[in-house]
């Protein structure tokens, strides 16, 4: 039996409740809106500020900005638009959202993992991975649809949310922020249809909303991943591969009113890999997708450039956060070769920027002497890239002065192959910087 939600707006009438959501929303750390407000400046007045949001949600006053309108450019060419809400709009959104998370997340399909606490990306890859490997489902419906955050449609997106909260206050105060529209280039735009991709809200809307979507799935004996948008539908045979995506494919234009991206929507096996979430998984394996690796590369050679100008602590400092998440995130692939290669190339390119700083081969000399050896040295070209793969920068600048005495991390020391199953999640550690020690 379905629980039915009567009374909640109270719930919002909380200081205390606002003033938990801002610390939520000021630990994300987002940009500000239209108003110029930045979270810095709200917390300047903050007593102030909350007090002004309370006052106007208890009197029903309440009307939250437009959303301002960023491009961001998508890897493939496009560009995603996300809309922006002010600060105050973002409190909001987030005390809302503590209300109703609790409410509808339970009851979601088990294989939906899109931006729901205790859920990740890893699990949904391993969930994936299961009814390959495990099921022998190696027939895949990849789906893709087109601006989904976008093309919401507000009236099933109340409908929705209207099965198990009868609050009419709940209902108009959703009802505002959907339809506060967004400001462009151009000026004010209406919001008819969509929620915005950048509010807080938003995912949890655009999982209710396609929460129909799965349920529909399981009814039907279908198995499913889904990450917000991204649709994995897992499949025994190419025929009833081919049913699926139809009975999918029906029931989200015609049911949901969305629309399925024909040219990227298909049919894969596993055999060719399964592109889902930035890896590619395969019948007996799993390989990071060659464009991740092509951009996680371009942003390092962004900080690694020879003329940069910066010494290589301060070069290590701006490379570890970068190098830790692409690690951390892609040990769940087969990729032990491929992080020891990094590795190597990456190194090389700090050895360059030393040479370069140093600038006279003397330099170089003295380094080798200070570090015990003996001889004659040969003169070479401190600023040429293939000198940076020499016997003698190795000797100047082994891997590990870089690692142990820079702290450069170590994405090749990174355990690979690591699957996370659903009830795994919460043991996890998360990883802890080593403080550096001045002797």
Known sequence: MVKIWYSLYGRLLSRSALRSAFFKVKSANGAAGIDGQSVKDFVESLDINLDRLLTELREKSYQPQPVRRVEIPKTNGGVRLLGIPAVRDRVVQQALLDILQ????????????????????????????????????????????????????????????????????????????????????????????????????????????????????????????????????????????????????????????????LEKTHICHSRSGVAFLGVSIHSKYTRIQKAKIRSFKEKVKALTRRNGGKNLEAVIDGLNPILRGFAFY?????????????????????????????????????????????????????????????????????????????WLFDVSAVKTGILVPDRDVSKQEPYTRPVRTVL
């Not at 895949?140 to 099933?156: A, I, R």
């Not at 000026?187 to 529909?216: C, H, M, R, T």
């Not at 390119?349 to 380094?367: D, N, T």
């Open 330 to 406: 892609f040990r769940i692939a087969n990729c032990k070769n491929m992080l020891k290669a990094v590795s190597s190339w990456l190194r090389r390119r700090l050895r360059a920027i030393q040479l370069k700083l140093w600038k006279k081969a003397g330099k170089l000399h003295r380094r080798l002497r200070q570090l015990g050896y003996k001889g004659e040295f040969k003169f070479i070209k401190m600023n040429s890239w293939a000198n940076s793969a020499c016997p003698l920068a190795h000797y100047a600048l082994p891997s590990c002065y870089l690692h142990k005495e820079l």
């Open 102 to 261: 609790p409410i509808f997340d339970p009851g979601f399909h088990p294989s939906s993992y899109g931006y729901r606490p205790g859920r990740s990306c890893h699990q949904a890859i391993t969930k994936a991975t299961m009814f390959i490997r495990k099921y022998d489902r190696k027939w895949v419906v990849d789906m893709d649809l087109s601006k989904c955050f976008d093309t919401l449609d507000h009236d099933l997106i109340l409908s929705s949310i209207s099965r198990r909260i009868k609050d009419g206050s709940i209902l108009g105060l959703l009802q505002k922020i959907l339809k506060s529209g967004v400001m462009t280039d151009e000026g004010w735009q209406a919001s008819e249809v969509g929620s915005p991709q950048g509010g807080v809200i938003s995912p949890l809307i655009a999982n209710i909303y396609l929460d129909q979507f799965d349920q529909f799935m399981r009814e039907r004996g279908h198995r499913i991943v889904r990450y917000a948008d991204d649709i994995l539908i897992l499949c025994s045979s190419k025929s009833a591969a081919k049913n699926a995506l139809l009975q999918a494919s029906c029931f989200l234009e015609k049911g949901l009113l969305l629309t399925v991206n």
